[in-house]
């Protein structure tokens, strides 16, 4: 779910958030934050990004994105990790059987409760994927 239009900080995101959720979304925050703090937070398209940059895709498109971002979506709670490997692989995708009991996609990983995640693997792919360039770039 997007943030409301007056939602314009990563605090005043989490702030909004029902308890359950803020909970675990803040103690992401925190540990995204101490992890790579050159990432600078903000919002970017409804969501909380870190590292958020423009990009420019070689069919043309362009826009501005994150390299890391959290959201809170109406069915779960999502960490997106926006980078791929030297060898094109999707970080998330590569190490999707790492990062404990939830769902992958190519950069998002889906969890219902922090506890599903393996942190310790995120925060590692976070940090990795500070040092990558921006997809598409």
Same mark, same amino acid.
């Given at each position: @779910?997007?943030?409301?239009? %007056? =939602? ?7 702030? #909004? ?5 803020? #909970? ?17 937070? *903000? @919002?970017?398209? *409804?969501?909380? *990004? ?29 960490? &997106?990790?926006? /980078?791929? %490997?030297? %060898? /094109?692989? &999707?970080? =998330? ?6 990062? *404990?009991?939830? /769902?992958?996609?190519? /950069? ?9 995640? %393996? ?10 994927? #500070? ?7």
């Amino acid at each position: @779910m997007k943030a409301a239009p %007056d =939602v314009t900080t990563p605090t005043a995101y989490l702030a #909004a958030l029902p308890p359950e959720r803020k #909970a675990a979304l803040t103690t992401l925050h925190r540990a995204i934050r101490q992890a790579v703090p050159k990432l600078k937070p *903000g @919002m970017c398209h *409804g969501m909380i *990004g870190y590292g958020i940059g423009p990009y420019k895709t070689k069919s043309g498109c362009s826009g501005e994105w994150f390299k890391v971002g959290l959201a809170n979506q109406k069915n779960n709670l999502a960490l &997106y990790i926006c /980078s791929v %490997d030297a %060898d /094109s692989r &999707y970080l =998330v995708e590569r190490e999707a059987h790492r990062l *404990g009991k939830v /769902s992958c996609g190519k /950069s998002c990983i889906r969890f219902k409760k922090l506890e599903q995640l %393996d942190l310790d693997v995120a925060l590692e792919l976070v940090k990795e994927a #500070a040092t990558l360039p921006m997809l598409g770039v």
